[in-house]
């Protein structure tokens, strides 16, 4: 085949026969948050660019090199959002989300784009579940986001996935820290990348997460944000502790998580696995208590999270969890002749108006084909149509999986369909498993005190 042009690099098509396990993620995901009182929010897919130079930070990895920015024809410069937080900010506040019972809890699945390399677990163009919560300052939140997170992994049966958390404190513990990591990276200027020479004195922390292997080295023996934390962060981060001890949520304090997005402030967070190769964190969060005044808002703690669901789906396949198998054609209606066809048709929509699952073919194709595509489909049951059944008005319904066949009307197609399967369903119901008796629900068979 001569294709014109393939897929960008770094983007996935998704198949039909993979599509229902997406769709069973992001049901799961969406579910749980809708237990924890979250509601879906639908932002646009492109930006004002500089709503993600204010609001993720113009010192960051994510900015200075990922973004996805053009000017479009207006000579506006526009960005492909490379994550979920900045958009639903902005929503929060220009659509008056801001002006209602705080807190407002909202929850997303997007599309991102980051110009990364592309590698196992990490696209160009990729997929997030993500929550925010805006208008709160109780640790109760941030032990909650938490535990919603726990939820959908729990959910999915996903195992060994590990919980690190990390507090890197308030602007104020931050000021005395980025100081002392100054001090100590400029030991090291001459070494670190052109970029972390910048970062070096605009905003020392973002070369923490510097991904260059010199850099990683060097930032190996900096000093622990955590050592720094006012006595205020550190309250609010002994309190996160005890509630997730209180909801029996295991993890481990990793003094050197920063994550690499500037608007984080006090806990910050990442669940990891270690089944998907180096591309492992599955999700990241924390607080950003600074962001809504950023951009423009009042002063309103928040914090939330986001997933990658394509290293979910790496994890779900790697695990084997079970996913639900995608539905199958109820009934597969073979139609031969130009009488048969338009009967055929007429079933197919009275049985779709009443919910199943109904298909003809199409390329009216001869009978064997039709039964190799019906089969091909899965269908559970099948029925032929030809002149001679037409003119009868009566044919056979066959269970494609038992292989038995029942008479049944066509004038009463619908309800007779209705009927044959669900006495075969309930003939088939195994209770405890062994085949349920019906008869003697109702005395059927009882012939004792007779
Ligand atoms: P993030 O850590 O940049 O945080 O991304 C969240 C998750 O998205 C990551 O843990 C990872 O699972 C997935 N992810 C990131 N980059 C890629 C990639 N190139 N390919 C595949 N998956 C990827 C955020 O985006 C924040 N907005 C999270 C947040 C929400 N914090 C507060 N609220």
New binding site residues.
């Given amino acids: 085949m001569a294709l014109i042009t393939k897929a960008i690099k770094?983007t996935k098509d998704v198949l039909p026969s993979e599509v229902h396990k997406n769709q069973y993620l992001e049901a799961t995901a969406l579910e749980a948050a809708e237990r924890f009182g979250y509601k879906e929010i639908r932002t646009p897919v492109f930006e004002h660019t500089e709503l993600f130079q204010r609001g993720?930070g113009d010192t960051t990895d994510?900015v200075q090199k990922?973004m996805y920015t053009f000017d479009d024809k207006g000579g506006r410069s526009i960005t492909l959002r490379?994550?979920?937080?900045?958009g639903?900010v902005r929503a929060y506040l220009e659509d008056g989300l801001c002006n209602e019972t705080l807190p407002q809890k909202v929850c997303y699945l997007t599309s991102?784009y980051?110009y990364?390399k592309?590698q196992a677990?990490?696209?160009?163009e990729?997929?997030?579940f993500?929550?925010?919560c805006f208008g709160t300052q109780s640790p109760l939140a941030d032990a909650e986001i938490i535990a919603l997170a726990k939820t959908i992994f729990d959910k999915l049966e996903l195992k060994d996935i590990r919980l690190e958390i990390n507090s890197i404190g308030c602007p104020e513990c931050r000021k005395k820290y980025q100081e002392a990591l100054k001090e100590y990276f400029s030991q090291y200027r001459d070494e670190l990348c052109d970029s972390c020479k910048d970062r070096l004195e605009r905003n020392p922390m973002r070369l923490l997460d510097c991904k260059s292997p010199q850099d990683k080295e060097i930032a190996k023996g900096a000093p622990v944000v955590i050592d720094f934390l006012c006595e205020e962060c550190q309250e609010h981060f002994d309190a996160v502790k005890r509630y997730l001890d209180a909801q029996n949520i295991e993890y481990t304090v990793n003094p050197t998580i920063v994550?690499?997005?500037d608007?984080?402030t006090k806990t910050v967070f990442?669940?990891i696995s270690d089944s998907i190769g180096a591309?492992g964190?599955?999700?990241?969060?924390?607080?950003?208590d600074g962001l809504v005044k950023e951009l423009g808002g009042q002063d309103t703690p928040?914090?939330?999270?986001?997933?990658?669901?394509?290293?979910?789906l790496l994890l779900m396949d790697a695990q084997d969890v079970p996913v639900p198998e995608p539905n199958t054609p109820d009934i597969f209606v073979a139609a031969l002749g130009d009488k048969a066809t338009l009967k055929a048709v007429e079933l197919v929509k009275d049985m779709r108006e009443e919910g199943w699952t109904a298909l003809l073919d199409l390329n009216q194709r001869s009978l064997r084909a039709q039964m190799k595509y019906a089969d091909k489909l899965g269908a559970t049951y099948n029925v032929v149509l030809g002149d001679n059944e037409v003119d009868e008005g009566i044919t056979k319904l066959k269970n494609m999986n038992t292989g038995e066949e029942t008479e049944i009307a066509l004038d009463t197609f619908v309800s007779g369909f209705y009927n044959i399967a669900l006495s075969e369903q309930l003939a088939d119901l195994e209770i405890n498993g062994e085949e349920f008796d019906f008869g003697s629900l109702f005395g059927l068979n009882d012939s004792e005190g007779e």
């Fill in positions: 770094g993720v994510v990922e490379p994550e979920g937080t900045a639903a991102c980051r990364e592309p677990g990490r696209l160009r990729f997929h997030q993500g929550v925010e994550r690499g997005l608007y984080y990442e669940f591309q964190t599955v999700c990241g969060g924390g607080r950003y928040s914090l939330g999270f986001a997933m990658g669901l394509e290293r979910l």
